[in-house]
Antibody
């Protein structure tokens, strides 16, 4: 059974940093691209970043470029999202997802809440 | 960025009805259009990939159609458990989601 378990969320002040982790199991992690998708409270879904199966390619939405970094450790089957210079508009539930083919997400974690507030 | 417009925003239905939800793209996305269901307080789950391809484990009452800019998600015989928000998402260029259609059961 595929499982994606996020951790590392919480309350953080504007301008500070936070790192999310996603522990994957139930599939060969190193064979798949992975992505983060977020959802602000009562809002819709928003793609954040994608990383290729080997970490050689990364893609970001414009609003997080230069502030967020997606990375992975295939030996640990773990996906990361380093978030710097956080803004109030980054407040959301962040979902770890498995990315397939032409940009669809076939498995989702339970999500982790990030609140950016003073 | 490709903008996806979903309609209606909210749909009230009677169990057993056949319904169609619309997703329109601001430019062609070929068939790189996918559908998700998000039940209250749950994570989204993939329903349909590449506009019309079914997903293992998803009930057969869900189907998708369309190509280019106009897409439809159909539910043939709505059930109470289908109370959800449905999102379309395109993978032709930088990934974007529609704003969702909320399905309410009468």
């Amino acid at each position: 059974e595929v499982q994606l378990v996020e951790s590392g969320g919480g309350l953080v002040q504007p301008g500070r940093s936070m790192k999310l982790s996603c522990a994957a199991s139930g599939f060969t992690f190193s064979n798949y691209g992975m992505a983060w998708v977020r959802q602000a409270p009562t809002k819709g879904l928003e793609w954040v970043a994608t990383i290729s199966y080997d970490g050689s390619s990364t893609y970001y939405r414009d609003s997080v470029k230069g502030r967020f970094t997606i990375s992975r450790d295939n030996a640990k089957s773990t996906l990361y999202l380093q978030m710097n210079s956080l803004r109030s508009e980054d407040t959301a539930t962040y979902y770890c997802t498995r990315a397939r083919g032409r940009g669809y997400f076939d498995y989702w974690g339970q999500g982790v809440m990030v609140t950016v507030s003073s | 960025d490709v903008v996806l417009t979903q309609s209606p925003a909210t749909l009230s239905v009677t169990p057993g009805e056949r319904i169609s939800l619309s997703c329109r793209a601001s430019e062609s996305v070929d068939t790189y259009l996918h559908w998700y269901q998000q039940k209250p307080n749950e994570s989204p789950r993939l329903l349909i990939k590449y506009a019309s391809q079914s997903i293992s484990g998803i009930p057969s009452r869900f189907s998708g159609s369309g190509s280019g800019t106009d897409f439809t998600l159909s539910i043939n015989g709505v059930e109470l458990e289908d109370l959800s928000i449905y999102y379309c998402q395109q993978g032709n260029s930088l990934l974007t989601f529609g704003s969702g259609t909320k399905l309410e059961i009468k």
